[in-house]
């Protein structure tokens, strides 16, 4: 489907297999509890499109190259599920990702640009929810990204931007942070157990209080500081 319109269509509970996807300009249409597997998406556009309970398998979202990806912006992406999927290089701009689940997916080099995971219930209720759980953000730009009691469990980020990124509460356990730029991110009372993070300097978060790690990591994170540490 090459160039093909799919502007302003109602494609609830579509099924998509083995579909191949060319600079298609998706406006305005509704993808809602649609699921697509094995699909091929080549420099495509998603604009104000609804993916709630949306489900993709296996999908492909980069150019012959590999080095375009698709791009989100205004979508609504609310328990949407993305499994074993390449999503390099796409952008995430001002979408509603609320509950959002990546699971085994590469967003290396991928980009978050004013998303959000959080939903209001009332002026003081405010819950957060999103899952992405052994994903390869290498050289990802999350700087900003707020996603607070987040499971991000077994995810690469190495070399990606969090700066100012605010995960307190998170799940980061078994992750690698190796050379991840973490300058005012927020990472209170997240649990780092298990997680790469050599190199990483608390003095220059935004906050750390509570945050959980194992006896393994006091070490480089003392060092980190320009403490002499030295074992008993």
């Given amino acids: 489907m090459s160039q093909s319109r799919f502007a302003d269509l109602d494609l609830t ?22 699921r697509f597997a094995r699909c091929r998406f080549t420099r495509c556009h998603f604009s104000s499109v609804e993916f709630r309970d949306a489900q993709f398998v296996e ?72 899952w992405m759980t052994d994903c390869n953000f290498e050289f990802a730009n999350l ?11 077994e995810s690469r980020f190495r070399e990606a931007v969090l700066h100012q990124a605010d995960l307190e509460d998170a799940d980061l356990r078994d992750a690698d942070f190796t050379r991840t730029a973490f300058d005012g991110a927020r ?3 997240a649990d780092v157990r298990g997680a790469t993070i050599d190199g990483l300097n608390l003095q220059s ?26 074992p008993d």
């Fill in 13 to 34: 509970g579509a099924r998509f297999e083995d579909c191949v996807f060319t600079e298609v300009r998706f406006a305005g249409t509704r993808f809602e509890a649609a």
């Fill in 59 to 130: 999908c492909d979202f980069t150019d012959d190259a590999g080095h375009t990806g698709a791009h989100f912006s205004l979508s609504r992406m609310e328990q949407a599920r993305f499994e074993r999927s390449d999503l390099s290089f796409a952008r995430f701009e001002r979408c509603d990702l609320y509950c959002v689940r990546l699971i085994g997916c590469n967003l290396r080099g991928g980009a978050f640009v004013r998303v959000e995971f959080s939903r209001s219930f009332s002026r003081k209720l405010v819950k957060w929810g999103g």
């Fill in 143 to 153: 700087g900003g990204l707020r996603l607070r009691e987040g499971d991000l469990r």
């Fill in 187 to 189: 990472l209170a009372r």
């Fill in 205 to 230: 978060l935004s906050s750390f209080e509570g945050l959980v790690i194992s006896a393994r990591q006091q070490y480089p994170l003392l060092s980190a500081m320009g403490l002499d540490v030295h």
